[in-house]
């Protein structure tokens, strides 16, 4: 499984630094994913539709983020060792700039 840990990330939205933490696990071969928040104090749940492991360090997710909208949201995630980079769709924003270190 790819990225599986705690990673610190900066988002890259206008006007606004936001630096989430989020951690990928495995449950019984499956992927789990949780956001924390906590400079906005919340914690957001993730919906996971589907992840794709595009070999041999990218993560393709599809997921919905209920706190923010229904509808469907895509992000992309390259690992690379200590390191991740990507993009996030944020409803109103749209594709998004993110880049991680692990911390977990």
């Given at each position: 499984?790819?990225?599986?840990?705690?990673?610190s990330?900066?988002?890259?939205?206008?006007?606004?630094?936001?630096?989430p933490v989020?951690?990928?696990?495995n449950e019984?071969n499956e992927?789990t994913?949780?956001i924390?928040?906590?400079?906005?104090?919340?914690?957001?749940?993730?919906?996971?539709?589907s992840?794709?492991?595009v070999m041999?360090?990218?993560?393709k997710?599809?997921?919905?983020?209920?706190?923010i909208?229904?509808g469907a949201?895509?992000?992309?995630l390259?690992?690379?060792?200590?390191?991740?980079?990507?993009?996030?769709?944020?409803?109103?924003?749209g594709?998004?700039?993110v880049?991680?270190?692990?911390?977990?």
């Open positions: 499984m790819i990225g599986i840990g705690k990673w990330l900066d988002v890259a939205i206008p006007f606004l630094k936001v630096s989020l951690t990928i696990g019984n992927y994913f949780t924390d928040v906590s400079g906005f104090g919340a914690s957001p749940a993730v919906n996971l539709i992840v794709e492991e041999p360090n990218k993560l997710v599809t997921h919905t983020i209920p706190m909208t229904n949201l895509e992000a992309e390259v690992f690379d060792g200590m390191y991740c980079k990507g993009t996030l769709e944020i409803p109103m924003l594709k998004v700039t880049k991680g270190v692990k911390v977990g």
